[in-house]
């Protein structure tokens, strides 16, 4: 039950730092873009601040996704590795 629940969490994870990643940025009412594409024709330095911080937050979604699903993996492969060797 606990590596579903830790494989979940971290889908839910990875799914908002893609969401987080596509979303388009804002400043001053400035369209940036988005982390994947930023707009074509600003200035670099209107945007680049808020796309950068976009950016951290997104990788780390998608770092602390990665790092549950593998967590969740190995519970369960340890787990299934202890009912094997006591049974």
């Given at each position: 039950?606990?590596?579903?629940?830790?494989g979940a969490v971290g889908v839910v994870l990875l799914i908002a730092?893609?969401?987080?990643?596509?979303?388009?940025?804002?400043?001053?009412?400035?369209?940036?873009?988005?982390?994947?594409?930023?707009?074509?024709?600003?200035?670099?330095?209107?945007?680049?601040?808020?796309?950068?911080?976009?950016?951290?937050?997104?990788?780390?979604?998608?770092?602390?996704?990665?790092?549950?699903?593998?967590?969740?993996?190995?519970?369960?492969?340890?787990?299934?590795r202890r009912t094997r060797v006591?049974?």
């Open positions: 039950m606990l590596s579903k629940v830790l730092g893609v969401v987080f990643a596509v979303r388009p940025v804002h400043v001053n009412g400035e369209a940036c873009g988005s982390v994947f594409q930023p707009e074509k024709g600003i200035t670099p330095m209107q945007c680049d601040a808020r796309l950068s911080s976009r950016g951290d937050f997104v990788t780390g979604f998608g770092a602390g996704g990665v790092a549950v699903v593998l967590t969740g993996f190995a519970v369960a492969a340890i787990r299934d006591t049974s």
